[in-house]
Each structure stands twice: as structure tokens, then as C-alpha cells.
């Protein structure tokens, strides 16, 4: 799957954080060029952004990467109360 995405937001700053993870548009106009544009890439091409975007996903979404932030951020609100 290419992601084709809301240009606004979490999408945009979560899933979507340059054209070699997939596409945010605004317009419909948009939409539909990104759609084109897709479908008349080279099939190497596809594969290759598929790659890429799963390759970013991993490395930011895994269960790894949740843990370790989750104990970050639980560490920082017992920094914060600590001082209060």
C-alpha cells in the first residue's frame, strides 16, 4: 500500500514526513494527481516507496520504539511531580 494522506496534522507529522513515505494532499485536485501519479510510476518505483514507507514505520511505530518513549515520558511526569 502508498499512503495518500490529509495534508494536515498527524498524518503529516506521524505517518507521511516526506514523498518517500507516501503523499499528503489538501484538494481534491491534489488527490487525484497524487493518484495518477502513483498508478503511472514504474512498478520498481512503487515497490521501492512501499519499502521505504514500511522501512520508517518500523524503525517509529515498533513495540521497541513504544516502550522506550513510554518510559521516557512516564520518567518525565515523575521528574515534574518530584518538583511540584
Keep these: 500500500m502508498i499512503v495518500v494522506c490529509h495534508d494536515s496534522g ?10 518517500k513515505e507516501g503523499f499528503c494532499c489538501s484538494t481534491v485536485e491534489e488527490y487525484a494527481e497524487t493518484i495518477e501519479r502513483i498508478l503511472s ?3 520498481h518505483a512503487r515497490k521501492e516507496l512501499r519499502k521505504s514507507a514500511r522501512h520508517s514505520a ?6 521497541l520504539i513504544f516502550e522506550q518513549e513510554l518510559v521516557s515520558k512516564i520518567t518525565e511526569l ?6 511540584n
Excluded at 10 to 19: A, E, Q, T, Y
Excluded at 78 to 83: L, M, Y
Design 10 to 19: 498527524g498524518p503529516k507529522i506521524d505517518i507521511v514526513r516526506s514523498d
Design 78 to 83: 515523575t521528574a515534574i511531580k518530584k518538583d
Design 58 to 63: 518500523l524503525e517509529r511505530f515498533s513495540p
Design 41 to 43: 510510476m514504474p512498478e
